[in-house]
């Protein structure tokens, strides 16, 4: 399948979680497909604001499989074994399957562990339309497979001075690794009601302005999961647009 994959980068607590979660259940709610959502941050929480509890990770599963290499039971190839422990750490939600990346390699050897994963998390995300990658903070990640080949990068910032460098670097360090992504966007986070668009600086294809929301601020839902803040939430609607309108340009 031809899938329509984004990833979410920017500095800490700009709000990457929260623009994850709230695309996904834009991109459920108006395509009705289920959205394979992976949470890329080693410190994963997508999960909570997904309203669904951890699982294993695909970290719990490389380790393992570092351990058990030559324990598998007979009749099973280490492929068939792999897809099917991934099948058991997918999560599944409403509207959205959940895959947590975990914790990254440890000094041990991986390469071979890590190229049957990374061949399985590939032919997972193709079975998908839509897939929404939650990445960690900073850079380093970039250079792994997860944000390779996504049609939109969202680099989310807030007013700070700080968040708005990091998201130019991340910007800039994606164009020069050459990562395959289509379309790099600005996403203006938590700005006050009726803040005037402004227009997308140098390296970056777009730029959206996100309104915060006081429910979220406050937490004031029952719990952290943000499937339940209302369809008329300033952030919700400030991102269905953003995604609406990356859409349309992909389907040009
Ligand atoms: N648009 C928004 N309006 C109000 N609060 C927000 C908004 N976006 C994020 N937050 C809050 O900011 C904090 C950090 O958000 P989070 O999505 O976890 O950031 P990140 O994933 O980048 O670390 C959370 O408490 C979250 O509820
Ligand atoms: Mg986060």
């Given at each position: ?210 309104t915060a929301s006081a429910a979220i601020r406050s937490g004031s839902m029952r719990s952290e999961s943000l499937l339940d803040i209302p369809q008329h939430d300033p952030t919700y609607q400030d991102i269905s647009k953003a995604l609406d309108e990356e859409r349309k340009l992909a389907?040009?």
């Amino acid at each position: 399948m031809n899938s329509f994959t984004i990833a979410v980068a920017g500095k800490g607590g700009v709000g990457k979680t929260t623009f994850a979660a709230l695309a996904i259940r834009h991109l459920h709610h108006i395509t009705g497909e289920v959205i394979l959502a992976v949470d890329a941050d080693p410190n994963a929480n997508l999960h909570a604001k997904l309203g669904t509890s951890p699982r294993r990770t695909i970290g719990d599963i490389r380790e393992e499989l570092l351990v058990e290499a030559d324990q598998l039971p007979s009749g099973v190839t280490k492929q068939e074994h792999v897809d099917y422990q991934i099948r058991l750490a997918l999560a599944e939600g409403d509207g959205f399957d959940l895959l947590t990346m975990g914790r990254q390699e440890g000094p041990g050897c991986y390469c071979y562990v890590n190229n049957i994963l990374r061949t399985f998390v590939d032919s997972l995300s193709e079975r998908y339309a839509y897939v929404v990658i939650d990445n960690e903070a900073g850079m380093e990640h970039l250079s792994r497979r997860t944000t390779r080949t996504s049609d939109v990068l969202f680099v989310v910032s807030d007013a700070s001075k700080a968040a708005a460098d990091s998201a130019v670097r991340i910007a800039a360090l994606a164009k020069e690794m050459d990562l395959g992504i289509g379309r790099t966007a600005l996403v203006r986070n938590m700005l006050p009601p009726d803040s005037d668009g402004q227009d997308a600086p140098a390296g970056f294809d777009a730029a959206y302005a996100v309104t915060a929301s006081a429910a979220i601020r406050s937490g004031s839902m029952r719990s952290e999961s943000l499937l339940d803040i209302p369809q008329h939430d300033p952030t919700y609607q400030d991102i269905s647009k953003a995604l609406d309108e990356e859409r349309k340009l992909a389907r040009q």
